[in-house]
């Protein structure tokens, strides 16, 4: 315990804490939530759906960041408070044993709840990265064989037989 | 979400939004394809998990893959292109009818009749004079030829629209076994109508099939709940379900000429074609052309009939010694009306001349003619009868194969005719200068090729006698049509309704092109592919993703700070 520690304000800055936490996760609740109908919207190619949930992922990624702020600054707070050497890169896992008895097992409650929130949307996030990576790569072959390589697949002739996909590139004599 | 789960979530998303650009890969490909129908993917997300603080989705399915067709604007652009590939057909037929009446290189029909007229001319104001009498023949046999030649012209034509129109049966048939074929696939893919309008490919291929099966005969298409179509041509049915009616080509012929009827070959049934290029070619080769050699026969028979009535009772500067008739009659003993003579009698008679050479002395017996009651033999009778009685040289006789053969056994007693008011002598061929009944079968007589001094130019009014050939050089002017035309006439009205009809298919084909443009342009803009579209949505899906893709990483230092400091 710090020589300087002020069991007051450490309490106080415990329960802000909490809070921030419970908010923080919050945020990624509903950020899981975006980040899902993002996912829909990205293999059902609704573009539409796509733009809204980029703008609402945006504005919840900003709030994430204030409340991530907030989260330094009380985690700074209580690292000095508690005589941390570097309170600046205090973890809240080294915070909960400073803590009086209902604050810590609270603070532990909202972080435990809040990795397991980070999980899920750390997953739901690469799992979003690999279609857009996909994708991307499947528009790029067809953008490619639009413009520069050959005919996709076979058409049918006038006569409603089926023609070769062998033939060279109509595209290319179209575009030509 | 089990690992399980999120694997089969990534394996429906992924291959939802791969068939998704598929497709439009798929419509690239096709963009100048005929009849393609663009295709565009509906998806559908599969059930989602419940989570406690969220619904996380578990992927997304492809509900069906859509053709974008509008049934009404494909059935009208069939009928559409039905209406156009007659009237093309039509048109054909009637530019190159045209050309075979086209007059204007100065050698045809028009020409001969004149050449011929003017040369009867020529023989009036020279009557004995050889050299006209020779280029009579000749532009008598010139005027025959170019009615051959025409005659042999439409009924080639005639040929060849049945040799199309049995291309056409073909092609019906080999496009009915298709279609059929294509129906037994679409119901085997849509599982017999459970899953309607998802085979496209084979949808798209059958309406390809059915729009060129309709240029060769116009359809109804009636689609039924398994996703089959029937076919109907008129009230005929073509194509039910997986089966097909096989048309057959039965040969038969019309006069001269090898045709082909169209029939079914289950029940024998005639096949009628009511629209389409078939129709066409069965108008053209049995209404129209038909209708044109008719009008071509009435001109040459006319002409036939006309010059032969003067000339067989004119005189040449020698006169007849013996004389068979042209037509043959099947029964001697079968009344004129009945004997199916080429040109009309009625009763009347004629006057049979007997002349004797050593001093001139003329002597005329009277042949009445009862049509009813007067067979070919009678008429032979009747001669031997009066000439023969006075005349024991002149005798009268039907041949074997039913002639009439009137004679004289003493070549300084000949004989002429005059006065035939009952038509018979040129129903019989008698004497004529034409020999035939119609455009295939008209001739100069042989007899006069080998003697031209037996062409009647005169009357029996001696040197310089022209009675006859101004009589036939009148014919040039007269109205011996039912409307009053003259020969010319009468070919220019037919030539002017050539004209005028092949004008009218050349504004209806024009007219219905554009139709059919305006609709097919329809049909593009609904159904079509626009490939700059599709480069478009390839694009846009490209800008989409990569602003998908903005906060990723953002998202990945944000948890990554936070599993570190919590």
Redesign the interface.
Known sequence: MNPNSDPLRLRVCGEDLCEN?DR?RELH?Q???V???????????K?DE??SV?EE??SL?HK??DE?KQ??LL?EEIGDLIGHPTPAKV???DIVAHLPGEISGRLSGS?DR??E??S??????R??????????G???V??S??VNEE??????????H??G?DGGS??LD??G | ?SLFS?LN??R???G???T??QT???N?????????ARQR?Q?T?TP?DD?V?????T??RVSRIERIVDEHLESTLRDSRSDLSNLTEQNRIWSLTESIYNDLGGGGLSAAMGGFFDAVQDLSLNPDDPTARALLLQQGESLAETLHFMDSRIRDLRAGLDEDLQGSVLDVNR?SR?IAALNRAIIAAEDGGINRDTANDLR???D??LG?LAEQVDIRVLENSTGGVQVLAGSEMLVFDGRSRELTLVPTSDGDISLHEVRFADDGARFQAVGGRLDALQEGRDALLPDLRRELDEIAGRMISEVNAIHSTGEGLTRLSEILSGTAVTDRNAPLSGANLPFSIEDGGFTLQVVTEANGARESFRIDIDTAGMSLADLAEQVNLTAGASHSEISAAVTADGRLLIRSSDPGVTFTFRDDDSGVLTALGINGLFTGTNARDIAVSDTLLADASLVSAGSGGGPGDNTSALEIAALRDKGVFAAGNTFEGQYLALIGEIGVHAAEARNHLSNQGAITQAIQNQRESLSGVN?DEE?IS?????R?????????S???Q??E??????
Do not use: C, W
Not at chain 1, 129 to 136: F, N, V, W
Not at chain 2, 538 to 542: D, G, K, N, S
């Open positions: 936490l923080l609740e950020l899981l939530e980040l899902a109908a993002k996912e829909e919207a990205l293999v059902a190619v573009l796509l733009s980029r992922e945006e990624l994430v960041i991530e989260r330094l985690t973890r809240v896992a972080r809040l990795r929130v980070a899920q949307l750390g997953k739901q996030n799992t979003n990265r690999a279609l857009i990576e996909h994708s991307l499947h528009i790029q067809f953008l064989r639009l005919m996709l697949g076979a058409g049918y002739a006038s006569d409603g089926e023609a996909g109509r595209l179209r575009m | 979400m999120s979530m990534a429906l998303a992924l939802a939004h791969q998704a650009i439009i890969g798929q690239i490909a096709n963009a100048t394809t005929e009849g393609y993917v998806m997300p989602s989570l603080f969220a619904q996380l989705g992927g997304v496009l298709e798209t291929r059958r390809v099939l060129t490939i480069a390839l694009i846009t899906y490209q989409a993703y990569q602003a998908a893709a903005r906060f990723l953002v998202i990945d944000l948890l700070t936070l599993i570190n400091s919590v």
